[in-house]
């Protein structure tokens, strides 16, 4: 019997009509398995994953490899996303035995929930070297029943490797100026002077790095660090990677030249992408950099939010390609004759302006729409014209499919990036947007003992209890949200997120940070992982909203707690500065002070105010916050005490325990700021 059609998880109601006898994980699984001595089948993905639907339709769709895993083994189906920490445990012990990993994820586990073997995906015939899944079933199930003995104690010395495998021991204070140099020095070594990006193909958009570049240029003016972040983003921007008709990022570039990407687009990639060019937009006033921030949001509320106000996971990579096969990105690519059927004589120029030629860019002579074009001179009403007919008839296809499921975490990032966009460039929608997805947070993910459920779907509240990275990320985004509303209950919302981090999640000896909390379910490992991912670690993302916090309220355990958890950053930084980006950025913003800006006026309706509101949060100074009210209003900590001066709004800049004299003009603020 398959048990996923009652699941929140799209991607589990996708294997919902599977012949696989399905189990969620759950302790009732592997009850099962002990009552049957069978071992357990661990298949790990999530919906916009294009060979795990590859990998569902060659074996998991097919009925005599279903007879086969219904006889032989308890089959358990996980979205990573719902579950990141099952999937963190088992792509460690995966990546340990074979020295990669990826999705789909299988592993073969005892009814004690032990791996002893390990792999991803398998065609359904041997190929490339791989065996076929049926090979690879029947050699397990040989291997159970002939020796199983031997089974048990590789699962066991395995389980026994992880637990003694230790995360690295973090310094006893955050890094200070020298280990912010050398990460630098290390970012330099690494990046593509020719093509922007760090690293080779796949690549990546490296967005919690561009945050740390433009933050260190705030700090230090290195023009340096600006100039990779410039470069990086406007070679992403005009790459296949972006969208160039609906605007939003692809998840990476399969070649080292942004050209072609992997079509899924991932709220959380978004989220970050928006937030970094609208901050390379405050930095540098770039054309382009304001035009991707738009565009960026402006995707993220058309195609990504929900009817309940939150915004969904992901869309798919894959999309009927018009004659009912699933190709992956056939939503996205055009050839000429596409384009002379849509555009009749404009078709040359579009084809000019978007890189689209006769051989293609992709496959089967179709081509990712690009920039490519650096020369010459285009007539700015005619490519708009294009831009829109081409958008409209793509909007006829086909559309991939989109995953449902709010993620906690990831909906904190968008928070935080449509507030601020919003607040940035008289977007009052985009603020309204995140603030629909703030509300969704509080009213369904967040219980009345101040703990998160990871996901949601349909308004209704999913099982699994949130980690470490939905604290940080969500405390983030209401923090955010406080500083560009002026309303103060965002911050109350933090500081209740952030008081779990403490009690639930740090290790008291050291200060750092479990992914888990500490009444989680156990699992074979409590898993522990201070670098980014695709997106902020949890550690790094509690440690920035832990500081953010401490600078609006003056708690002394808040900022105890985040500098004790930038140890690991003091240790990591100058050696991987790649993934640790966010831990990086949050250790500029700590070197800065973070500063604390106060704007005080009669009220919400004042413009002077309001200029200097928007003064304050147009300040480039890293991880200053932000607070705006009235003398007498008791909305946040920093306004305590704060007059207006001779009856006009005045702003406040403190700093490292000191505060300067308080201005009434917006120019003298800037320059407090800069």
């Known amino acids: ?24 994980w759950s302790a009732e699984a592997f009850a ?52 990141p920490d099952v999937d963190a445990v088992y792509m460690e012990a995966v990546q340990a035995a074979t020295g990669h990993g990826g999705w789909p994820m299988t592993v073969f586990l005892t009814p004690d929930a032990e791996p002893f073997y390990f792999g991803t995906y398998y065609p359904p015939a041997p190929r490339h070297g791989m065996p076929s899944f049926r ?106 990677i972006y969208d160039q008709l609906g605007g939003g990022f692809a998840r990476y570039s399969v070649d080292r030249d942004w ?17 970094v060019y609208a901050h390379l937009w405050r930095a540098t006033g770039s054309d382009l950099a304001r035009r991707v921030a738009l565009e960026t949001a402006d995707f993220l509320v058309r195609e990504l939010r929900t009817a309940e106000g939150g915004f969904a996971s992901a869309l798919d990579a894959d999309s009927d390609d018009g004659t009912g096969r699933h190709v992956e990105g056939a939503y996205y690519v055009w050839t000429p004759a596409q384009l002379r059927d849509v555009l009749g004589d404009d078709a040359e120029i579009a084809a000019r302006y978007f890189g689209v030629t006769e051989e293609g860019t992709f496959e089967h002579g179709q081509s990712v729409l690009q920039l490519p074009q650096t020369e010459g001179v285009f007539d700015a009403e005619k490519i708009a014209s294009v831009r829109r007919r081409l958008f409209d008839a793509r909007a006829r296809r086909p559309a991939p499919g989109r995953d449902d499921k709010v993620v906690a975490a990831w909906n904190g990032l968008a928070v935080a990036a449509l507030a601020e966009t919003g607040a940035y460039f008289g977007r009052p929608d985009l603020v309204e ?99 980014d991912n695709a997106a902020p670690s949890g550690w790094t993302a509690a440690a920035g909203a832990l500081l953010g916090y401490a600078a609006h309220t003056g708690s002394e355990a808040h900022r105890v707690a985040a500098e004790r958890a930038l140890g690991v950053v003091k240790t990591l930084g100058p050696r991987v500065p790649r993934f640790i980006g966010w831990g990086l950025a949050v250790a500029e913003a700590l070197l800065d002070g ?35 009210g009235t003398p007498d209003g008791d909305e946040f900590p920093l306004l305590a005490g704060r007059t207006l001066i001779d009856g006009a709004p005045a702003a406040y800049v403190c700093r490292g325990f000191v505060c300067d004299l308080p201005v009434t003009d917006p120019e003298a603020l800037r320059a407090r700021l800069a």
């Open 1 to 24: 019997m398959n048990r996923l059609a009652h699941e929140t998880s799209p991607y589990l109601l996708q294997h919902a009509d599977n012949p696989v006898d399905w189990w969620p």
């Open 32 to 83: 099962e398995a002990r009552r049957t001595h069978r071992p357990v089948l661990l298949s790990v993905g999530y919906s916009s994953c294009h060979w795990c639907h590859v990998m569902a339709h060659e074996s998991f769709e097919d009925q005599a490899t279903a007879d086969y895993l219904n006889e032989h083994f308890v089959s358990v189906k996980v979205d990573r996303e719902e579950r």
């Open 135 to 240: 090979q690879v079933l029947e050699g397990v199930q040989q291997a159970w029943t002939t020796r199983h003995d031997e089974v048990s104690e590789v699962a066991g010395k395995i389980v026994r490797d992880l637990a003694q495998r230790e995360i690295v021991r973090q310094a006893a204070e955050a890094p200070g100026e020298q280990e912010l140099a050398q990460a630098l020095l290390g970012l330099t070594r690494e990046y593509d002077p020719q093509r922007g990006g760090f690293g080779g193909a796949p690549k990546f958009p490296a967005s919690m790095v561009l945050e740390f570049l433009l933050r260190h240029h705030a700090r230090t003016g290195a023009e340096g660090a600006l100039q990779m972040a410039v470069d990086t983003c406007e070679r992403m921007a005009r790459g296949g």
């Open 259 to 275: 050209i072609v990407p992997h079509f899924e687009k991932m709220l959380y990639d978004n989220a970050l992408l928006c937030r």
């Open 433 to 531: 947007a995140a603030l629909g997805a703030a509300d969704l947070l509080v009213r369904v993910h967040l219980d009345e003992h101040a703990r998160l459920a990871r996901t949601s779907k349909d308004g209704r509240v999913g099982p699994n209890a949130g980690v470490l990275e939905d604290y940080g990320d969500v405390a983030e985004g209401f923090l955010a949200l406080a500083s560009v509303t002026g309303e103060g209950v965002w911050l109350d919302f933090a500081g209740l997120l952030l008081d779990q981090v403490p009690a639930r999640f740090t290790d008291p000896e050291t200060g750092a940070l479990f992914d888990t909390a500490s009444d989680a379910e156990r699992l074979i490992r409590r898993p522990q992982d201070p670098t």
């Open 594 to 628: 973070p500063r604390e800006v106060a704007v005080v006026g009669p009220g919400p309706d004042d413009e002077r105010t309001a200029a200097l509101h928007r003064t304050a949060l147009l300040g480039a100074a890293p991880g200053a916050v932000v607070a705006c």
